[in-house]
């Protein structure tokens, strides 16, 4: 049994959070929309927006014969908690008319009225300060490189209402970490984060891809568009070909740094094993499953990284 704090009543859990989130347990009640609003309470999002920064810092650090920078690394985690929270606060503000018409999101703090816009915006912008104090702690380059990401961030809540390719807007602005890790060491660009931001692009457009698959009759009501309708009985396939490509990017970018070695191939090998155990179980008609799919990724990242910074260890030493 789980014994809540004196005074706190457990909030409603939103259907994709995670029942008895220990940090809604630990925080007092008032926070707890704020929270949601940040999605603390579900971290998947956060870690999905941070692996690519860490891969390509990890790279890089392969590149230089260096153990992977654990400042970076520290930097990077925190930028990524702070500008997801920023980025699902602002997009919750645009869609909030949207997700008062959607079951799994009409609960959300904002279309719910537990927060009101103004509260939100505030929110928004202190997350936003954060992660700018950590992106001045970067070089020139890539300061001008991570305020130039805000241009696609600021324009993906509103390519559901245009486009069938959300998922590709929502790529761009999430792999751009593969960019940021390689700027924070060099100063500057070179084609392997490129091809590592190819990669990690066609990986989030098969997971988010996953992801939509939860809401598909609503959106259809709502008139909101998405890679899982436009797929349509060829969702398996779209995703499985968009895996491949990530698969394919990355082993070109591992290639052109000159580090595609036994321990970061075995970690290239290791995603695409998780990969084709998910889309093996891919079934478009169980949300549930779509869910614990989607968020299954993470550990598809983390695969990788282990890879990477394993390859980065070793050439330091050796």
């Not at 690519?52 to 690394?73: K, R």
């Not at 324009?155 to 486009?163: A, D, Q, S």
Request: aromatic share 12%; with cysteine; hydrophobic share 55%.
């Amino acid at each position: 049994m789980i014994l809540e704090p004196p005074g706190h009543q457990r909030p409603a859990v939103l259907p994709d959070s995670t029942p008895d989130q220990w940090l809604l347990r630990a925080t007092p009640a008032a926070w707890w929309p704020f929270i949601e609003l940040a999605r603390l309470d579900r971290p998947i999002g956060w870690w999905l927006l941070l692996l690519p920064c860490w891969w390509s810092s990890a790279l890089a650090s392969s590149v230089q014969h260096t153990p992977p920078n654990l400042w970076h690394l520290a930097l990077f985690f925190v930028g990524a908690v702070a500008m997801r929270g920023a980025g699902t606060t602002y997009n919750d503000l645009a869609d909030r008319n949207i997700d008062a018409k959607v079951a799994r999101t009409r609960g959300r703090p904002l279309p719910s009225g537990r927060v009101s816009p103004r509260s939100a915006k505030i929110f928004l912008v202190a997350q936003a300060l954060v992660g700018l104090g950590v992106l001045l702690c970067f070089n020139r380059f890539s300061i001008a490189l991570g305020l130039s990401s805000l241009i696609i961030v600021g324009i993906y809540p509103f390519m559901k209402r245009l486009t069938s390719w959300p998922q590709a807007v929502l790529g761009l602005a999430f792999a751009f970490g593969a960019l940021m890790g390689w700027a924070a060491a060099f100063g500057a660009l070179a084609p392997p984060p490129l091809l590592l931001y190819v990669g990690a692009i066609a990986w989030t457009i098969g997971f988010d891809t996953i992801y939509a698959l939860q809401d598909l009759s609503d959106d259809m009501i709502a008139g909101v568009k998405s890679t899982a309708l436009f797929f349509g009985r060829h969702v398996r396939l779209a995703v499985g070909i968009c895996y491949g490509i990530c698969v394919i990017f990355v082993a070109l970018a591992l290639f052109a740094a000159g580090v595609l070695k036994p321990l970061a191939s075995l970690g290239l090998l290791a995603m695409a094993a998780h990969f084709t155990w998910q889309i093996g179980r891919l079934d478009p008609e169980d949300p549930a499953l779509a869910l614990k799919l989607f968020r299954s990724n993470r550990d598809a990242g983390l695969l990788l990284f282990a890879g990477l910074a394993g390859t980065a260890l070793s050439s330091a030493f050796m």
